[in-house]
């Protein structure tokens, strides 16, 4: 089943191409956090995703060595619809996904858990989620932790958001800085022009008399 938009959607993409994550290099960071999320909750793949217009693009992976997928066939992009942790604890008898191709091919998707990641007004970027080939449950304790781990995903995303609105407001103002110093010396060199001019018409005066 194709995953329906959210109502929000035109706005939501507009929010989320600010963040200008979208095809960066992995990094650190987030790849400790994803490794944290699988290790806790005891999953073979876990995944930062972001669900883009017509994919879902993985900022970081682990498990699995596809970058993104579709997001008709995207679990992700169901998942960001929710407000909480979304679930599935059997993808073969959930009508939304058991003809999806990662469930009846690679990589066999049967198990799904995943919180929305969400800007601070509350637009839903992508997720935090944890895939297993087998059908089962999480533990309250994981499901806990999955949550305290996407918030720190949403803590690093706002973090590199910031970094990068800091870093084009230094180049402004250097960009700023650059042109008053050029400004500044046209002024000079018109201010010497004009004294020149008028020192040679004071000259002209005084032979004249």
């Not at 693009?57 to 992700?76: L, Y």
């Not at 619809?81 to 058991?98: E, M, Y």
């Not at 999480?138 to 690093?156: I, P």
């Not at 103002?173 to 500044?184: K, P, S, V, Y």
Request: aromatic share 6%.
């Amino acid at each position: 089943m194709k995953p329906p938009l959210p109502k929000n959607e035109a706005k939501r993409l507009s929010v989320l191409w600010q963040y200008d994550v979208l095809d960066t290099v992995p990094e650190e960071v987030f790849d400790d956090l994803t490794e944290l999320a699988a290790h806790i909750c005891e999953a073979p793949i876990a995944l930062i995703s972001l669900v883009d217009e017509n994919r879902q693009w993985f900022k970081s992976r682990v498990g699995i060595s596809a970058k993104e997928t579709s997001r008709d066939i995207s679990f992700c992009a169901h998942a960001i619809l929710q407000n909480g942790l979304f679930v599935i604890s059997d993808a073969t008898k959930d009508p939304r996904f058991r003809d999806n191709p990662s469930v009846t091919g690679a990589p066999k998707i049967r198990f799904y858990a995943g919180v929305p990641l969400k800007s601070p007004d509350g637009f839903a970027l992508g997720t935090l989620c944890v895939v297993d080939k087998k059908p089962r449950k999480l533990r309250n304790e994981q499901k806990r932790a999955l949550l305290v781990l996407a918030r720190h995903v949403e803590t690093q995303l706002e973090l590199r958001r910031h970094a990068k609105e800091l870093a084009e407001a230094r180049k402004h103002g250097d960009r700023q800085r650059a042109e008053l110093a050029r400004a500044q010396v046209e002024i000079v060199k018109l201010r010497q022009q004009i004294a020149g001019t008028s020192a040679k018409k004071t000259t002209r005066r005084k032979s004249g008399q």
